[in-house]
């Protein structure tokens, strides 16, 4: 069974007395979280130290926004994947759409970034996913099996059980859109599927989580879908109440049975 991973990414928001209020408050509301469920946060870089300081003995993990692909150097303003783990971070996300369209990072630096974090024992969540334009057209399929086999390219069994897959269906965050849990499912299987042909039996180990706008309303369509192993959490992560009902969600499924014992196949269109 798929340990559910819900993370919260805080973007560009909140300092370090936010930070302390807001972990503060989602300690008090949630004391305990259960085994069968990771919860992740991602606040900025300037306030890492104070969360990893406030939750080190608490059952939430810490993760960055983003790294460098180099491992040091001269690069003014840039972030180690070494320094991310010595400060006290498990986690990196990189790839976020936001990163890929008003930076310009491409897939090919994706994957030197997560290569990067691979050989720092770093656990990179790489994100996917397709813009309006692109679904529109028809070519959502086509846009995310390219970002997924960039992401996969050459690593090992042992390298690709580290990875967790976002799927962010671009169209869907911040637009009034709004994908159907079905649409979710449909995506996420896709993905399975193509990293089953790489893999084999290990796209059942691989988590792919949505990145869609998920918050308390949706989320327990979203997260009963086979195939959706969690959420990485926007708007919704910096509300301490919110935060913490998407997790309580997450736990009422953990008992539920989820059919994944074998890759789901699925043609594209």
Request: with cysteine.
């Amino acid at each position: 069974m798929r340990k559910f991973l819900i993370a919260g990414n805080w973007k560009m928001n909140g300092g370090e007395q936010f930070t302390f209020d807001l972990l503060s408050v989602i300690k008090n509301q949630k004391p305990a979280i259960s085994e069968d469920i990771d919860v992740l946060v991602c606040p900025s870089f300037v306030s890492l130290s104070i969360a990893i300081d406030q939750l080190h003995k608490s059952d939430v993990l810490v993760g960055a926004q983003n790294i460098h692909e180099a491992e040091k150097g001269a690069y003014t303003g840039e972030i180690s994947a070494s320094m991310l783990v010595e400060a006290g971070c498990s986690y990196v996300l990189l790839g976020h759409s936001e990163r890929r369209a008003y930076y310009h990072e491409d897939d090919a630096l994706v994957h030197k970034k997560l290569q990067t974090a691979l050989r720092n024992e770093l656990a990179p969540v790489v994100c996917v996913g397709e813009l309006l334009d692109e679904r529109k057209e028809n070519r959502h399929f086509e846009v995310v099996k390219a970002q997924t086999l960039a992401t996969f390219e050459g690593l090992t069994y042992e390298q690709a059980v580290q990875v967790v897959v976002a799927y962010e269906p671009v169209w869907a965050i911040g637009t009034g859109e709004t994908a159907s849990p079905e649409q979710a499912q449909e995506m996420h299987a896709f993905i399975r599927s193509i990293l089953a042909e790489q893999f084999g039996d290990a796209a059942n180990a691989i988590r792919i989580i949505y990145g869609g706008s998920m918050k308390p309303a949706n989320a327990q369509e979203l997260l009963s879908q086979p195939d959706v192993d969690g959420g990485l959490i926007g708007g919704a992560s910096l509300d301490a109440k919110s935060f913490v009902s998407i997790i309580e969600i997450a736990e009422s499924l953990t008992n539920s049975v989820r059919e994944i014992d074998s890759p789901t196949t699925l043609e594209e269109d």
